[in-house]
């Protein structure tokens, strides 16, 4: 039997499901991945001080406020007191093992965490596994941190492949398609305590539903207008789970 509700909450969108899950140790994406990688080593070391009141967990998205973000990053969320924990190339797997095995997060007491990771997965997981992949982080996070409360964005839309490069726009019918599917089962991980869901992903795209160059580069990376976008959209949400 399946319950879902949905509770407004700045824009945030909060829902609760019973389902039978997937065993996460059938899952490929839910099992550990090494990544002792130097940037990992950088964070054990920035981390060590016990810092940062929010923190932005994900892959080269992620890691990318400090690039194309980091005009939009200084203006909306340096008031946070915000670590950017994000790796370029992470899978659901790698952020698992960073945060268990790497013991990435030990040392803080963050107050919130912002999740968006599952894009490296869709070459090689099916909706069902990258979801499961995302649950099996989210509940790693509530088992370490109890009293944080996580932001968990959809999976931005991007290239499902058939563009050159030299278009400069992916139409809707190119975007990958794995993308809506995962994002509608971590939709129900919400539960409006703890954990609250936001879908942002329909602002990067223009009227046609497509994705533009001028948004997204290389229709997944984010040039500085899609970060000012990306901030715009979640920074009201970041201040009002600070409270």
Same mark, same amino acid.
């Given at each position: 039997?399946l319950? /879902?509700?949905?509770? +407004?909450l700045g824009?945030?969108?909060a829902?609760?499901? #019973? #389902?039978a899950?997937q065993?996460?140790?059938?899952n +490929?994406a839910?099992k550990?991945l090494?990544?002792?990688?130097? @940037?990992? !080593?950088?964070?054990?070391?920035?981390v060590?001080? &016990?810092e940062?009141?929010?923190?932005?967990?994900?892959d080269s998205?992620t890691?990318?406020? %400090? &690039?194309?973000?980091?005009?939009?990053?200084?203006e909306h969320?340096?008031?946070?007191?915000?670590?950017?924990?994000?790796?370029g190339?992470?899978?659901?797997?790698h952020?698992l093992? /960073?945060?268990?095995?790497? =013991?990435?997060?030990e040392p803080l007491k963050?107050?919130?965490?912002?999740?968006?990771i599952?894009t490296?997965?869709?070459?090689?997981h099916t909706?069902?596994?990258?979801?499961? &992949?995302i !649950?099996?982080i989210i509940?790693?996070?509530?088992k370490?941190?109890?009293?944080m409360?996580?932001?968990?964005?959809?999976?931005f839309? @991007?290239?499902g492949? &058939?563009?050159?490069? %030299?278009?400069t #726009?992916c139409p809707a019918d =190119?975007l990958?398609k794995?993308i809506?599917?995962?994002?509608?089962?971590?939709?129900?991980?919400?539960?409006? !305590?703890?954990?609250f869901?936001?879908?942002?992903?329909n602002?990067?795209l223009?009227k046609d539903?497509?994705l533009? /160059?001028?948004?997204?580069?290389?229709?997944?990376?984010?040039?500085?207008?899609?970060?000012a976008i990306?901030? %715009?959209?979640?920074?009201?949400?970041?201040?009002?789970?600070?409270?």
């Amino acid at each position: 039997m399946l319950t /879902r509700y949905l509770l +407004p909450l700045g824009g945030l969108l909060a829902c609760t499901l #019973v #389902v039978a899950a997937q065993d996460p140790q059938d899952n +490929p994406a839910a099992k550990p991945l090494n990544r002792d990688v130097p @940037r990992h !080593k950088q964070f054990l070391e920035i981390v060590k001080k &016990g810092e940062g009141d929010v923190i932005f967990i994900g892959d080269s998205i992620t890691q990318g406020w %400090e &690039g194309n973000g980091k005009k939009a990053w200084a203006e909306h969320f340096a008031k946070f007191n915000p670590i950017n924990l994000g790796i370029g190339g992470d899978q659901t797997g790698h952020v698992l093992w /960073r945060i268990t095995e790497g =013991k990435e997060i030990e040392p803080l007491k963050p107050k919130l965490a912002v999740l968006m990771i599952g894009t490296n997965n869709t070459g090689a997981h099916t909706p069902e596994q990258i979801a499961g &992949g995302i !649950k099996a982080i989210i509940d790693e996070l509530q088992k370490q941190k109890p009293d944080m409360k996580i932001l968990l964005l959809g999976v931005f839309p @991007r290239s499902g492949g &058939g563009v050159s490069k %030299e278009d400069t #726009v992916c139409p809707a019918d =190119k975007l990958n398609k794995k993308i809506p599917a995962i994002n509608a089962i971590i939709s129900k991980y919400a539960d409006n !305590k703890k954990v609250f869901y936001k879908d942002i992903g329909n602002r990067f795209l223009n009227k046609d539903g497509g994705l533009e /160059r001028r948004i997204m580069y290389d229709f997944l990376h984010l040039s500085p207008e899609g970060y000012a976008i990306w901030a %715009e959209a979640i920074k009201d949400d970041i201040a009002q789970l600070l409270k």
